[in-house]
């Protein structure tokens, strides 16, 4: 059993680790805020297991600290942010915030990002958004390519990722967040931190063929939800949250998992829609419960036990880790100690 | 091979058909104008093929022919468009110009339909935005559920699609056009038409096994992409252009095909991003370019002859029909002589 840590602690850990890292103290206890969520919800790829890296591009000079993100474009409904290049989470949560601000009047409004850098889970954004009322959306463009045009070898898109949160009366409310990809990249390492096969249908071999060892990922291809779909998908989203924005896509992104010191200049995108520019939002969240439970109470295939609404499983799993704490295993525990060593901040709990 | 009728011609009798049927010119010509671009680019079963039903519809008392579409709820960058239960075509359409105005001056805009009906391929109103320099989404509630919650048995959603429309400089555009499930119900007809097996991953029986015979499709239920995740996409595009415009979803989607009087209440939405919200338009049409062929250049897995961006096909094919005609299969001919016969109207080319 890993040892778990409450919320409150991780968070205040976080946050001492970002500050003696040169994050002014607001920015640190914002991000440390995000990242506790992403582990809290159960995103723990994207929560405080990616802390280290963080840290070591800002040390290795890959990521401004004292980043002042700030818009560059605007109209009513829409915004451009320009990260400075600092936590990826600082300029997406401006773009979120601007977007609700905007939406409220103007009925939705669209807040793109550029030289942002990785922001954690997808839903966190579209939350915040759905958190005001309002349905989120949030496109990305992921922070390394795994994936190649349908047919080809290269990789020239990466996993980008889609999340809409739309908000309920009672019922939890509905968010999806996914990949593009079958699977996600994180799923393939996990295989192989285990030592677990894939199911054909992830990844195939630079012949097309069906790639089931985890341990050959590094030859292997991801495969796009719905074939020449999800290739499409990845790379729409990818045009509307990269290039609009004038970040990068294709050739230009930067594989932030093995280089700490090229800019990524990731790009982003969250749209807001005031739920009340359409109608009653009470009726409408209303609505939204029915079909939750019309779904869920609906015939099931023979074996299956529960239908599943998105978002269900993780507002189960914030439930419970709120209670009982963050997991947290301990290959990640000492890797974290290390750190605090390294920077002469608090340790995790202490 | 079948006979070829050239987009004139078949344009001239489509609107003729509707006025016959007691539509006012303007919105015949609209209506036929937007069927012959359907047949043109090669969505085969939303152009023509799908008069006699609409005209059905209409004779039926399931569609009003003299429909006044109208904003019934609007902020400066949303409105909300009743269709008045028309030609679906003609509230889409109104969506879009609004879209498309509002986005001008706002930057964005996202307009919603309710009490629309069938509006044919998803591309049509994303290329209707993108016609006017900017990025087009559509969204739509199907006109009929094929689609179970994932893990269940019934019939809840539809193959809700979208499509994506992004401008170039010189390459064909990006034209994304999209069910969410592994194959659209189209095409399972047509393997039946043709007496074909279908491959395994299209549907599955009430037992959860691979149904590849298309005769049997009325026991089946079809695959969303990616599993879970084509689930949560049909899903959230239900909520977001039906639910959120006081549309049906769930339960309450009418099936279009097997029902001619009942009011559908189909929903759509329609996006427009302004691209000049966000910078030099020409240069982020440069840059699309380059990926373009970025992507189609790049390398190949083996006995792939071509990487196609979405939209190349159907590009290709507009090019071909606006030269060589529209291909009408015999049984459609005669169809559409019964059809105009019975109108009184005049018949296809005369």
Redesign the interface.
């Known amino acids: 059993m890993p040892e778990r840590v409450p919320a409150e602690a991780l968070r205040r850990f976080m946050a001492g680790i970002y500050e003696a890292a040169g994050v002014p103290a607001a920015d640190a206890a914002l991000v440390a805020g995000l990242m506790t969520e992403a582990d809290l919800i159960g995103a723990d790829g994207h929560g405080v297991f990616r802390l280290a890296q963080y840290i070591r591009r800002i040390r290795a000079g890959g990521m401004n600290p004292r980043a002042v993100p700030r818009i560059v ?8 942010i320009d990260g400075d290049n600092g936590l990826g989470h600082l300029a997406t949560t401006m773009a979120a915030r601007t977007a609700i601000e ?2 409220r ?6 807040c ?1 990002v550029r030289h942002g850098n990785h922001a954690g889970p997808a839903s966190l954004y579209a939350r915040m958004v759905m958190e005001a009322g309002m ?1 989120g959306l949030y496109l990305a463009v992921g922070s390394a390519n795994h994936l ?7 990789l ?1 898109l990466s996993t980008n990722p889609i999340a ?1 949160a ?1 908000p309920t009366e009672e019922e939890p409310p ?1 968010v ?1 967040d ?1 990949a593009t990809t ?1 699977a996600a990249y994180g799923k393939v390492k996990l295989r192989a931190q285990r030592g677990e096969a894939m199911p054909e249908g992830w990844m195939i071999d ?3 063929q069906p790639l089931t060892d985890p341990k050959r990922a590094g030859e292997g291809l991801l495969l796009p ?2 074939g ?3 290739y ?2 990845a ?2 989203f990818g ?2 949250a990269g ?4 970040a990068a ?3 230009e992104v930067v594989d932030f998992n093995a280089d700490d010191t090229t800019v990524t200049n990731t790009g982003q995108a969250v ?1 807001a ?3 009340a ?3 009653d939002p009470a009726a ?1 969240r209303r ?2 419960d ?2 939750a439970r ?2 869920r109470g ?7 036990d ?5 978002g269900e499983q993780s507002a189960a799993t914030r439930a419970r880790r709120a209670a009982e704490g963050v997991p947290i295993p301990p290959q990640l525990r000492t890797q974290l100690d290390t750190l605090a060593g390294e920077l002469g901040a608090p340790r995790l709990g202490a």
């Open positions: 474009e605007e109209r009513p409904a829409s915004a451009l905007k939406a009047t103007q009925g939705v409004a669209w793109g349905i190649p045009p349908w047919g080809g070898l290269e020239l809409v739309v509905i999806l996914m079958v630079r012949q097309g939800i719905g020449y779909k999800g499409g998908l790379l729409i045009l509307l290039t609009l924005n004038g896509m294709g050739r749209l829609i005031d739920i520019a359409f109608g409408f609505r939204v029915e079909l019309e779904i609906s015939e099931r295939l023979p074996g299956v529960r239908i599943f609404l998105p």
